[in-house]
């Protein structure tokens, strides 16, 4: 007769197992304290009434699916209308660890906020309604579109300019 749990062949097989429940007590435990958005939407907006909402996505993974080449992370139509729609009501930030560029041009929205490069180079539209606060500059994105930018690390270009070229030439030099 069949015992109702497996039986371990190996020592490798029990770390295995044990390894596997530890992770799925971690992802319930986590799971509990951060329940999905979608099987919590009443919750949400009864906690939301009366309150200002702002929605903070990230990209990879979240608006896009894990693909083997991150310069294929598309993500889809639908997903981008819905971002589109859902930052006519709301502001809207993309919180990414890519640069400037890519989460931009992957979007290709704007009025949105962009905090790209882990937050040390954030984005966003001109609302002539609010004061531009300290260390914002105003440009214009790659649509020609006003744009504030808030780059709190552009103090240290010249160094990271110096330091990187120092890198490629010493690298030529090792050639
Ligand atoms: O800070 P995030 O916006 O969450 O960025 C995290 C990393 O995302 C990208 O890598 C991930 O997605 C790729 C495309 O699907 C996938 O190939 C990779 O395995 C994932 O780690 C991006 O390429 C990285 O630069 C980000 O740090």
Redesign the pocket.
Known sequence: MKSSSPRHTSTRDYNHEIVSANTDVAYRTWMAKYPSALSSFERITNFAKGKRIALFL????TL???????DF?FMSIDMRAAVAKVAKYFPTAI????SHDKVYDFLGLTDLYYARS?GMDIMGPVRESSDDPPNCIRSTDKQGKGVKLFQIASEFLPMIDEVFNSLVNTTKEIK
């Open positions: 990230d990209y990879d993974g896009s699916p894990i693909v083997d080449n991150p992370a919180i990414s660890g890519r882990h």
